[in-house]
């Protein structure tokens, strides 16, 4: 009995290995020579500026493909604008990110 329930587990470990390297290749392939925006809710040169910048610089090699990432500043209502544009005119195709600029928003998602 132990040696069937060590089999089925390693035969699952291989084919979520498996399916999880082509979910990588497949978005891999989506991305690479892409570019992914990254909109920041303020004003250049602030806190929340540089924070979504940071992110901008570093994201690009954690994403499959390497696409190429752009921090696009976009102030107004308190990002409120930005939060607005990612939602409803960027395209739904995951090459718009939103920088967060609430803390208070960070923080309930913790507790």
């Known amino acids: ?50 924070y979504g910048r940071l992110i901008a610089r570093h994201i690009g090699k954690h994403i499959p493909g390497n696409p190429n990432v752009v921090p696009q500043n976009m102030p107004g209502a308190g990002g409120s604008a930005a939060a607005t544009h990612v939602a409803t005119v960027a395209a739904q195709d995951g090459t718009y990110i939103r920088s967060e600029e609430h803390t208070s928003e960070l923080q309930s998602h913790h507790d």
């Open 1 to 50: 009995m132990a040696k069937i329930t060590k089999l089925s587990l390693a035969c699952s470990l291989l084919f979520t290995s498996a399916s999880f390297a082509q979910a990588q290749e497949a978005l891999a392939q989506f991305y690479k020579g892409k570019t992914v925006y990254v909109v920041i809710g303020s004003a250049a040169g602030g806190g929340f500026d540089t």
